[in-house]
């Protein structure tokens, strides 16, 4: 978009997407300007329920307060799968260590990382990254459910009753899942699988370089869409702005 010639560095290795996810907007070039549905979502209970449940602490802010009954929604493996066959070529297939982070540093004008934040720590004995264990299972029957039974496709459930196991469902462009604190009755069942939410870090590594997804920036609250806008917001501020 603006001119660039960017030198992709990454393990050349496609990405599998879990479960129940979507774009809440477009990326330009990749996805279709036109939403491919609609997601609604139903919150059942209170909200200082539901955060006791997924982070232990009532008090915490969630997605709970913020989130819209009803958002336009787009495929986000559709997006993803547009982004391989656009960029696959021109990955130089390399695993980064935190050294070469810095050593990239000074060779590229801009670095944006989206590296998981760890990875790329240069005092991981120092600094803290921390998470909530949880557990997900995915392509769930949720139709005798008296909740979710008859929403059909492409919604969202969040739980703050102390009913159910599961804190959060979701059923969207038909891949299922639910979500569920990890805790000891449910690791005895095999089809739950072993997960994490990312709570934050003090990680202050690598100043210049710009740190983004939730990954990158080992930050909750961040969505698919907003690595693309900060993306283009740091190499504005770099280069001038595309506007």
């Known amino acids: 978009m603006h001119g660039l010639e960017p030198a992709i560095i990454s393990k050349?290795?496609?990405?599998?997407?879990?479960g129940a996810q979507y774009l809440h907007k477009p990326i330009p070039g990749l996805?279709?300007?036109?939403p491919a549905s609609r997601i609604r979502t139903i919150r059942a209970g209170?909200?200082?329920v539901y955060a006791e449940r997924v982070y232990g602490m009532g008090?915490?802010?969630?997605?709970?307060?913020?989130?819209?009954?009803?958002?336009q929604a787009w495929d986000l493996r559709e997006t993803y799968d547009a982004a391989w066959e656009e960029f696959k070529d021109e990955i130089v297939d390399l695993a980064i260590s935190p050294s070469e982070v810095v050593e990239f540093t000074s060779q590229f004008e801009l670095v944006i990382s989206t590296i998981p934040a760890w990875a790329i720590c240069l005092k991981p004995n120092e600094h803290y990254f921390k998470s909530i264990?949880?557990?997900v299972q995915k392509n769930i029957d949720l139709r005798d459910d008296p909740v979710v039974g008859d929403l059909g496709d492409n919604w969202v459930v969040y739980n703050g009753t102390h009913d159910r196991a599961w804190y959060r469902a979701s059923s969207i462009f038909g891949h299922t899942s639910v979500e569920a604190r990890s805790e000891q009755a449910l690791l005895n069942n095999k089809k739950w699988e072993p997960g994490f939410k990312i709570v934050g870090t003090d990680c202050d590594c690598h100043p210049a370089v710009v740190k983004t997804g939730r990954m990158g920036r080992w930050e909750r609250g961040v969505l698919t869409h907003h690595a693309f806008e900060q993306t283009l917001a740091?190499?504005?501020?770099?280069?001038?702005s595309l506007f």
């Open 234 to 240: 740091a190499i504005s501020d770099r280069f001038g």
């Open 31 to 34: 996805s279709s300007q036109l």
């Open 133 to 135: 264990s949880i557990l």
């Open 46 to 48: 209170a909200p200082e």
């Open 59 to 71: 008090t915490m802010r969630t997605s709970w307060e913020r989130v819209e009954p009803v958002a």
């Open 12 to 18: 050349k290795q496609k990405s599998v997407i879990y």
